[in-house]
């Protein structure tokens, strides 16, 4: 009996219009999987079984009249809880929107809704998507499908996770500092931030406006082409949103590799060895391709990195205020911590923060991405962390919060940047936990980022690895 | 003169209506001045003319495609 969950997006898609299995059935093997492995993941914080049953039944219905909506009809997906849907709830992973009805849906979701998919619930995510480990106090944990022990990386925790374990066949994540990167490379699955405005974010809870991003996280990078074609891409509702032309990502997969310059930066400190090693590997396989490895030298990210802290945390104090002064109590300390210097730094700084981005941006285009197409970096420095030693709230201490500290160095710098930003896995660590690899372009070069992501995955297959469910292991 | 510490709490109690426990004003004060030192220690490269809004047309100029 074919295990039809095992198979990725763009497979599943074809099986569906190609008649060789119904939605209804797809739609229920993601939900009797669910069902298992949900006490040891907790990566969804709600299902919707009915609905998502009754929408497969309809796609089901479409496809026997001939009227296939779009490239995912019938295809089961599910987002991190913070993606509007008009009329239902969405916690934001709060407790202060624990019972929010949503007023709006957001684009990226009619988009997907236009394009056919089924929506399987909402997935779990770290408070008002911060935090870059997957803890949860209001929704508890989300844990890791490879080891439930340790983190999924945040703050789109669910959409790592469930991805990983194969419950959804591709998930929506938010990114304002590495969180759709860092759970995509931590599960094991691919993830991609688009450039800073490639996706409308109408819709979609912020965190930051000037540093939110939107993006998918997939099994290939081949389904998350499919995604971000989909979602990407002008929006009325969102100034934000560019007009930039949205090219065929699928149809630009197979672009050839020879001639590719792929920057390699000259010294990478802070990273673990089995980290280096992995994306040393990765190198040699992308070299046996035809592309070409060019040394480059990374600026300081530290001021890159101070900078974004900057932006982020004085427009989330400024979003949150009403509620931290209405109901503090209602927010983790870890939540409320990360905000409050948002208070207190002058509004000239932010200003400047802001205008300090462009010659930011415009000094890393004209250096380190002089000469070369992409760039090659890790998307985490270590090796996965366990919950315990990273759970601020729990145990706050300076070891949990120099760890987390370090958690985005490659990853918020980009987010400054706006810059296109592509995590896949390449390779396992000595706790079996899998290593991501990260690609970064110039802007709006999406579409190069993943033909070479693509041909990597064509010849090598830490993507098709799966986690296994353990019987009788439930979440620490 | 008032110790860091003592003029965060102010500014967050005075201004902002935000009562910090002393321990917390301290450890503010020190992220506060960090981020601000290094956005200050930056500020000398930008001009005038320098827009925030300019950042937009930069992604759109800067593409590769």
């Given at each position: 009996m074919t295990d039809w969950t095992s198979h990725d997006l763009v497979a599943i898609a074809a099986a569906i219009t190609d008649g060789q299995v119904s939605s209804v059935a797809i739609t229920e093997a993601c939900?009797?999987?669910?069902?298992?492995?949900?006490?040891?993941?907790?990566?969804?914080?709600?299902?919707?079984?009915?609905?998502?049953?009754?929408?497969?039944?309809?796609?089901?219905?479409?496809?026997a009249a001939g009227r296939l909506r779009g490239p995912l009809h019938g295809v089961p997906l599910a987002h991190k809880d913070m993606f509007y849907r008009r009329g239902r709830i969405s916690t934001g992973g709060s407790a202060i929107r624990r019972d929010w009805i949503a007023d709006r849906t957001a684009t990226v979701i009619e988009r997907l809704d236009a394009a056919g998919a089924i929506d399987l619930g909402t997935l779990?995510?770290?408070?008002?998507?911060?935090?870059?480990?997957?803890?949860?106090?209001?929704?508890?944990d989300c844990c890791n499908p490879w080891d439930p022990a340790r983190v999924t990386g945040g703050s789109s925790s669910g959409s790592g996770a469930s991805v990983a374990a194969r419950l959804v066949f591709g998930a929506l994540g938010s990114d304002t500092g590495g969180s759709i990167r860092m759970p995509a490379a931590i599960c094991g699955v691919v993830g991609m931030k688009p450039t800073y405005g490639r996706v409308s974010r109408f819709g979609a809870l912020p965190r930051s406006w000037s540093l939110d991003h939107v993006g998918p996280l997939t099994r290939s990078v081949a389904d998350n082409a499919r995604l971000l074609s989909i979602i990407a891409g002008a929006d009325a509702q969102d100034s934000t949103a560019s007009a930039?032309?949205?090219?065929?990502?699928?149809?630009?997969?197979?672009?050839?590799?020879?001639?590719?310059?792929?920057?390699?930066?000259?010294?990478?400190?802070?990273?673990?060895?089995?980290?280096?090693?992995?994306?040393?590997?990765?190198?040699?396989?992308?070299?046996?391709?035809?592309?070409?490895?060019?040394?480059?030298?990374?600026?300081?990210?530290?001021?890159?990195?101070?900078?974004?802290?900057?932006?982020?945390?004085?427009?989330?104090?400024?979003?949150?205020?009403?509620?931290?002064?209405?109901?503090?109590?209602?927010?983790?300390?870890?939540?409320?911590?990360?905000?409050?210097?948002g208070f207190l730094i002058p509004a000239t700084q932010y200003i400047d923060a802001l205008r300090l981005r462009t010659h930011h941006t415009e000094a890393f285009l004209a250096t380190t991405m002089d000469g070369i197409d992409a760039l090659l970096l890790p998307t985490m420095p270590f090796a996965t962390p366990t919950r315990a030693e990273t759970d601020v709230e729990r145990q706050p201490g300076a070891t949990a919060l120099a760890i987390l500290a370090r958690f985005s160095r490659f990853t918020r710098p980009f987010n400054l940047l706006g810059l296109p930003a592509l995590s896949l896995p390449c390779g396992f660590d000595g706790n079996g936990l899998p290593i991501g690899m990260q690609l970064v372009g110039r802007p709006f070069s999406e579409a190069l980022l993943y033909a070479i992501g693509h041909a990597y995955q064509q010849v090598t297959d830490h993507h098709r690895q799966a986690p296994s469910l353990v019987p009788g292991i439930t979440r620490p | 003169m008032k110790d860091r510490a003592t003029l965060i709490a102010d500014i967050a109690s005075d201004l902002q209506g935000i009562r910090l426990p002393p321990a917390r004003a301290t450890d503010l004060a020190a992220e506060v001045s960090r981020l601000n030192d290094a956005v200050r220690a930056a500020t000398g490269q930008l001009s005038f003319d320098d827009d925030p809004a300019a950042y937009a047309a930069l992604l759109a100029k800067a593409s590769s495609s």
């Open positions: 939900l009797a999987r669910i069902e298992a492995w949900q006490p040891h993941l907790n990566a969804f914080i709600r299902i919707d079984r009915a609905a998502a049953l009754a929408t497969a039944h309809e796609r089901d219905r479409e496809r779990n995510m770290a408070e008002f998507a911060a935090g870059p480990t997957g803890h949860n106090i209001h929704f508890g930039h032309d949205v090219p065929d990502y699928e149809a630009a997969l197979g672009r050839a590799m020879a001639g590719l310059r792929l920057g390699w930066p000259a010294s990478l400190d802070g990273i673990d060895a089995g980290t280096l090693s992995a994306l040393q590997q990765a190198r040699g396989a992308l070299e046996r391709l035809g592309v070409r490895i060019v040394d480059v030298r990374l600026p300081e990210l530290t001021p890159l990195f101070d900078t974004a802290e900057t932006i982020i945390k004085c427009e989330a104090a400024a979003m949150h205020r009403p509620w931290l002064e209405s109901r503090p109590q209602d927010y983790s300390n870890q939540v409320r911590w990360r905000m409050e210097a | -």
